[in-house]
């Protein structure tokens, strides 16, 4: 049955129109008021009308979990994390058997976490302290035995892992019952769709098909969700026949392959071609994948219809990826892309790979790339550059390690700054239009996916920095609404 919206106004001051959907799809675009409204019409009263924003890379599962652990963002030090942690337990806030925080960020702490500090807290009860960028894990003794870590042998310091060694911990935290899971994993989709997302590339590292296959069993349908597929589960994808943009079920399809080739700046484990300041034993960081097993890596998933998404960090990293992708004669997504040699920007346009961005870690991570990428920082999170050079961006939020929230990176990329900073290199933002192209995959036009989102102001007429609190009016995922606030429901008949 077709529905029409009635009374929205294009971004950039257009005239009011009123569109008609069928089926999910707009069918028609009409001068606002030329033919007679019905009783079932949905008046947007004027309110700005958008296509709905995607975000491109999240980890969804931990984002749900990640707001019901303990918040290490505000330590800065190891002495001052673990006070968070025994303020914690003795306030009673953490009852699992494993004390599990998360979001600290120790690459300009004074002093290094190690197992001593958090055993001072809690000899006998298991403390995971999980960084900001889900790359390192900070564990107390009781934990390194909990989990059969020899420590310091297992560890890059005592008590702490990185890497696939700190993954491997990260994965065997993901032990909610499936319902609670699905139940915090229910209640952020639905926050997701209040900031207007109609959909996410979801690159949990777990075995995602049967989670995403139970959700929507279950009534899952607040966000399309494309979910990743990594190395350690390509076999058992491709003997189900998976394949990028393969309809799952509801509004879930198989995404891509995702494999990481390095690790983060704030661990300093991303693969660069200059060392690390007062480096350790891995001077230019640490190359998970090399290239050698890459391209037989990315090779086979091609060959069985995935599309590729290769983690790569570092310049040093980047290089070495988008080599790969040049064997391969195939494009793909660099996820994070955050260093990259003047000379290869160029090279992503060239191959036709997309830099997959989190405009936000530039403005979470600029002292520390300062730090550690000193005199390298004009062509760090260089998101100008990429748009300059011709490539494609897409944006996201790496979530948890900055918040699902398509606003906050779209303010990130066009301002380079929050709280009142000066802008990190000011010289990379890009425009609001940009963004907005980047974090949305459709139009407002005929035969597009009724994928809207309704807004009290436009965005293209408010200053960048204000965008992190853009107010969301209608959410709607192929014309059925998802959100809406309390001023459209009260005016109007409407199911979320």
């Not at 995403?212 to 399309?224: E, H, I, Q, S, T």
């Not at 195939?330 to 790979?353: W, Y």
């Not at 459709?442 to 996916?449: D, I, Q």
Request: some cysteine.
């Amino acid at each position: 049955m077709t529905r029409a919206i009635r009374n929205a106004r294009p971004l950039g001051g257009h005239d009011p129109i009123d569109l008609l959907i069928d089926d999910g799809v707009i069918v028609g675009i009409l001068p606002a008021g030329i033919e007679a409204a019905a009783s079932d019409d949905l008046d947007l009263e004027g309110r700005f009308i958008m296509p709905g924003l995607w975000d491109e890379h999240v980890h969804l599962t931990q984002w749900a979990q990640h707001r019901r652990r303990i918040d290490l963002a505000p330590a800065e030090s190891a002495a001052e994390a673990a006070a968070i942690v025994r303020s914690s337990l003795s306030r009673g806030a953490a009852t699992d058997a494993v004390v599990v925080g998360v979001g600290f960020r120790d690459g300009l702490w004074p002093d290094a976490p190690n197992a001593a500090l958090l055993d001072s807290v809690a000899p006998d009860r298991p403390i995971v302290l999980v960084s900001a960028d889900v790359h390192c894990v900070w564990l107390n003794s009781a934990a390194l035995v909990h989990f059969g870590v020899d420590s310091p042998s297992g560890a890059d310091g005592d008590g702490v892992l990185r890497e696939d060694a700190a993954f491997a911990i990260t994965a065997r935290l993901d032990s909610a019952p499936d319902a609670e899971l699905d139940r915090w994993v229910a209640e952020a989709a639905a926050e997701a769709a209040a900031r207007g997302v109609v959909g996410v590339v979801d690159l949990e590292m777990r075995w995602n098909r049967d989670d995403w296959a139970r959700r929507v069993a279950a009534g899952f349908d607040a966000l399309r969700v494309e979910f990743g597929v990594y190395p350690q589960h390509l076999d058992r994808a491709i003997e189900l026949g998976l394949r990028s943009g393969q309809p799952l079920a509801g509004t879930v399809s198989v995404g891509p392959l995702k494999v990481i080739t390095d690790g983060s700046l704030n661990t300093r484990t991303a693969y660069c071609c200059d060392p690390y300041p007062d480096a350790p034993a891995e001077a230019y960081g640490r190359l998970n994948v090399p290239p050698c097993e890459l391209h037989p890596l990315l090779a086979r998933g091609s060959e069985a219809g995935f599309e590729l998404a290769v983690h790569a960090i570092g310049d040093g990293a980047n290089r070495l990826a988008l080599d790969v992708f040049a064997k391969l004669g195939r494009g793909g997504r660099i996820e994070h892309a955050q260093l990259v040699h003047d000379s290869d920007f160029a090279r992503f346009a060239a191959l036709g790979v997309t830099a997959s961005v989190q405009p936000e870690h530039a403005v979470d991570d600029r002292d520390v790339a300062e730090r550690y990428w000193p005199g390298r920082t004009r062509r760090a999170f260089a998101l100008r550059s990429f748009l300059d050079a011709g490539a494609r961006i897409v944006l996201g939020s790496d979530a948890p390690v900055a918040p699902l929230d398509p606003w906050v990176a779209i303010a990130a990329a066009t301002s380079r700054t929050r709280d009142g900073r000066p802008a990190f290199h000011a010289e990379q933002s890009i425009t609001v239009v940009e963004a907005l192209a980047a974090s949305t995959r459709s139009l407002v036009g005929l035969g597009e996916p009724a994928d809207l989102v309704a807004l009290d102001v436009d965005p293209l007429a408010v200053a960048p920095e204000t965008l992190r609190t853009m107010p969301v009016a209608l959410t709607m995922l192929a014309g059925r609404a998802t959100h809406a606030d309390a001023a459209l429901r009260a005016g109007a008949a409407l199911e979320v």
